[in-house]
Nanobody
């Protein structure tokens, strides 16, 4: 079955960096758009960044210029490099699959269990 396992979260001071990874298995990784979401304390879950099968990227305005999403289809891995972290980036970060447009072979929407990122001032 589809499994998504995030790693790389932790605690960092404002201005620091973290790199999140998401190891995917159970499906053809290259068949899906991949997405990072986050949910901060007492906040709605929000889309942070996405990357299509053709590596077209999208970033929320709040992270544009600071975060970089990438994918390695050969290793079935999704990454999120987070630089210049702010306290408001504190959240649980989730990776997810998303069937978009012509992603006909993508099995649908699946979520990882999340990884905590805490940014202190």
């Amino acid at each position: 079955q589809v499994q998504l396992v995030e790693s790389g979260g932790g605690s960092v001071q404002a201005g620091g960096s973290l790199k999140l990874s998401c190891a995917a298995s159970g499906y053809i990784f290259g068949s899906c758009t991949m997405v990072w979401y986050r949910q901060g304390p007492a906040k709605e879950r929000e889309l942070v960044s996405s990357i299509s099968r053709s590596a077209t990227t999208y970033y929320a305005d709040s992270v544009k210029g600071r975060f970089t999403i990438s994918r390695d289809n050969g290793k079935s891995t999704l990454s999120l490099q987070m630089n210049s972290l702010k306290t408001e980036d504190t959240a649980v970060y989730y990776c997810a699959t998303r069937r978009s447009g012509a992603d006909y072979l993508c099995p649908g929407t699946y979520w990882g269990q999340g990884t905590q990122v805490t940014v202190s001032s």
